[in-house]
T-cell receptor
Framework: AQRVTQPEKLLSVFKGAPVELKCNYSYSGSPELFWYVQYSRQRLQLLLRHISRESIKGFTADLNKGETSFHLKKPFAQEEDSAMYYCALRSDVDSSYKLIFGSGTRLLVRP | KAGVTQTPRYLIKTRGQQVTLSCSPI?????VSWYQQTPGQGLQFLFE???????NKGNFPGRFSGRQFSNSRSEMNVSTLELGDSALYLC????????????FGPGTRLTVL
């Protein structure tokens, strides 16, 4: 079964501390993985996708197929990073575009 | 350019009623997907429409239906509402072909009493 697991509901860190938001997936094919972010009172928006291998707002995520993980990392957290983060897997059955989301992790960066 | 718009933003209905939600995609976006977001189940895929055809459907009962018009606008309908249908319904749109980012709307908050 296709599944995305985010084990932490809440992650609280101090400003300047490193952050790692965990994401594990189960998928039989070649996965396409994303991180989405939702800031307070804003829409859900794409943060980054594994294929692009970009660093967005200082965040990076590496796909580890052996561990079936796609953890989101940032070396120095900022208060403005406080938000809800969702890991998502694209299921491309018949070329449709279906995202399977994890339950989300709330990141709270304290001053 | 204008983002994805959803109407209405808030809706209160009673059990047994039906409801129709609307989604207007970003200009040029022909794929429209719907998601249900609840505290218990999180974000769950409802269905995707492309060129007025449903391409995929999530694991929801037949009470949930949708359609897409020739201008790519989409509606979803929930009949015989149940208390458990209370949720935030999100619409997401994207351009067709290859990889194109999916953009989400603000959602419609449905409360069933």
């Amino acid at each position: 079964a296709q599944r995305v697991t985010q084990p932490e509901k809440l992650l609280s860190v101090f400003k300047g501390a490193p952050v790692e938001l965990k994401c594990n997936y189960s998928y039989s094919g070649s996965p396409e993985l994303f991180w989405y972010v939702q800031y307070s009172r804003q829409r859900l928006q794409l943060l980054l996708r594994h294929i692009s291998r970009e660093s967005i707002k200082g965040f990076t995520a590496d796909l580890n197929k052996g561990e079936t993980s796609f953890h989101l990392k940032k070396p120095f957290a900022q208060e403005e990073d406080s938000a809800m983060y969702y890991c998502a897997l694209r299921s491309d059955v018949d070329s449709s575009y279906k995202l399977i989301f994890g339950s989300g992790t709330r990141l709270l960066v304290r001053p | 350019k204008a983002g994805v718009t959803q109407t209405p933003r808030y809706l209160i209905k009673t059990r047994g009623q039906q409801v129709t939600l609307s989604c207007s995609p970003i200009s040029g976006h022909r794929s429209v997907s719907w998601y249900q977001q609840t505290p218990g189940q999180g974000l769950q895929f409802l269905f995707e429409y492309f060129s007025e055809t449903q391409r995929n459907k999530g694991n929801f009962p037949g009470r949930f239906s949708g359609r897409q018009f020739s201008n790519s606008r989409s509606e979803m309908n929930v009949s015989t509402l149940e208390l458990g249908d209370s949720a935030l319904y999100l619409c997401a749109t994207r351009k067709a072909g290859g990889y194109n980012e999916q953009f989400f709307g603000p959602g419609t908050r449905l409360t069933v009493l």
